[in-house]
């Protein structure tokens, strides 16, 4: 074994943990020799170093890729089908351990990581999986006298840079769409999250997939990701995570080979609560759409607008679940709440927490860390926002809510519509009409009603305004990884 591939014991548990960049099937020290550390979000404490990548190590990826797709985007959709399916049993069957070091690395619960990321990204793989040998194009019937029809060709290499929030489900819904379709991929994982993506690169080995099909690069944005964006032989990028970068990486894919860009960014959704509601069912919802995974979620309902009329019976019930959610140490099946990802958000999220407290709003519950080691903070409930409020425009990413009131439907939709942002949204209400004028004035891409935060492998995914461009899952997913090209036979 060497030091690409180490042992990491913790709780009484060894793991073997690739530490290298993931080239050509193969696990490779960075050209540079550089390594970076990864914090344990649980204990604040290094949990061991991986290999740092950058420019040259990205061109090293990139050439595999482009090697690769030459015979890749050649064979049966069906076998690459195959391929994606097998990647799948073999996560399943190693779900346990991938859910202990997605929590090493992220923080998160392995109860959770068990129940839903693993779950949702062995899913995202399997759907995709069917999809491989039905992408197709269309025989446009024009004239006898022509013979007319559309292609679906993939882009050749594909850069994929990850969060750190959902490490092992964000690769899972890129590279499934990418690959069936025929494309390959170089992926750059978060420097804080690096584990897991690494862990499905050795699967990926013991499936059968071909040298150089998928690379994993770690490292950070400015070197690692930079390359992958602006290099010339990259024809697509898919992209999740804030909306400043978001920003930058599409000025870069343009001033460079004006590569195809999807974008899955920030968000600040309304979850909307009205008179009529199901109290407790839209509690538990608003909840759940809040606190979990610590409220670092892209679609995470951070502003939840409660009718007046029902607004202090929501707010007490929700404080009661805010106390009553256990924070602790995420390998420990009795708490709820992890830690947070490291010291960074740690430290963003108290300062937000602090932030509106000076604005005038009322902490009603939480609000504080949660022991002296590792990143934990409590659920916080806030409540006298106003609209104008920084916790009520600015994104946290953390486990902190803000309720607000609301008299009129035609008032909500303004306010809720007033965000820089378009991700998602929730409507808790009794009443279908009113479901169905929310959904459609909402500017959002995803509206749930009477849920929150439901992700399904069949319907997409993306933002309006400046939560991004694109959609990823669904069939609406594979529109990301073709190109089509219409060809126009003369018969005559």
């Not at 609209?387 to 306010?415: H, N």
Request: proline share 5%; with cysteine; aromatic share 10%.
């Amino acid at each position: 074994m060497t030091d690409t591939i180490v042992k990491l014991e913790y709780k009484g548990r060894t793991y073997d943990i690739p530490t290298g960049l993931f080239i050509n099937n193969q696990f490779v020290p960075s050209i540079s020799g550089k390594k970076f550390p990864a914090v344990n979000p649980a204990t604040g404490k290094v949990s061991l170093e991986f290999y740092e990548g950058d420019k040259a190590d990205v061109d090293a990826a990139v050439k595999a890729a482009k090697a690769a797709f030459k015979t890749w985007a050649k064979g049966p959709p069906s076998e690459r089908g195959k391929l994606v399916y097998k990647l799948a049993d073999l996560m399943e069957r190693d779900m346990q351990v991938l859910a202990e070091l997605e929590s090493l690395d992220q923080g998160k619960p392995v109860k959770i990581a068990l129940a839903v990321d693993l779950p949702i990204a062995i899913g995202a793989l399997r759907y995709y999986a069917g999809w491989a040998d039905k992408n197709h194009g269309q025989v446009v019937d024009v004239s006898p006298d022509l013979h007319t029809y559309t292609l679906h060709q993939p882009y050749g290499v594909c850069g994929q840079i990850v969060p750190w929030n959902f490490p092992i489900t964000m690769v899972a819904w890129k590279i499934a769409p990418a690959l069936v379709c025929g494309n390959t991929v170089v992926v750059k994982t978060s420097e804080k999250t690096p584990m897991t993506a690494l862990k499905m690169a050795q699967l990926s080995i013991e499936a059968g997939f071909p040298p150089g099909i998928f690379n994993v690069i770690s490292g950070y944005g400015p070197t690692a990701g930079e390359a992958i964006v602006r290099h010339p032989d990259v024809s697509k990028v898919a992209f999740t995570g804030s909306t400043p970068t978001g920003r930058r990486i599409a000025i870069a894919a343009a001033e460079t080979n004006l590569k195809k860009v999807s974008l899955e960014l920030g968000g600040k959704s309304p979850n909307i609560v009205f008179a009529d509601a199901d109290v407790d069912m839209a509690v538990a919802a608003a909840f759940g759409g809040i606190f979990f995974n610590a409220g670092q979620v892209c679609a995470a309902g951070s502003r939840v607008f409660v009718h007046e009329d029902i607004h202090d019976q929501f707010v007490a019930k929700f404080k009661v679940l805010t106390s009553n959610f256990k924070v602790g140490d995420p390998f420990e099946a009795e708490f709820d709440q992890g830690a947070l990802v490291d010291e960074i958000q740690f430290k963003s999220v108290m300062n937000y927490i602090d932030i509106g407290r000076k604005e005038g709003a009322c902490v009603m519950a939480g609000g504080e860390r949660v022991g002296t080691e590792g990143f934990y903070v409590q659920p916080t409930l806030i409540t006298d926002v106003k609209d104008d409020m920084r916790i009520a425009k600015e994104e946290i990413f953390g486990p902190v809510v803000c309720v607000l009131k609301f008299k009129t439907m035609e008032e909500v939709i303004e306010r809720a519509n007033s965000s820089i942002y378009g991700l998602a949204a929730g409507v808790h209400t009794k009443d279908m009409k009113t479901a169905l004028k929310m959904s459609e004035a909402l500017d959002a891409g995803t509206v749930w009603i009477n849920t929150y935060a439901m992700f399904l492998n069949q319907m997409p995914f993306g933002g309006f305004k400046q939560s991004g461009i694109g959609r990823e899952l669904g069939s609406y997913g594979l529109r990301e990884y073709t190109q089509v090209k219409s060809v126009m036979i003369n018969m005559a």
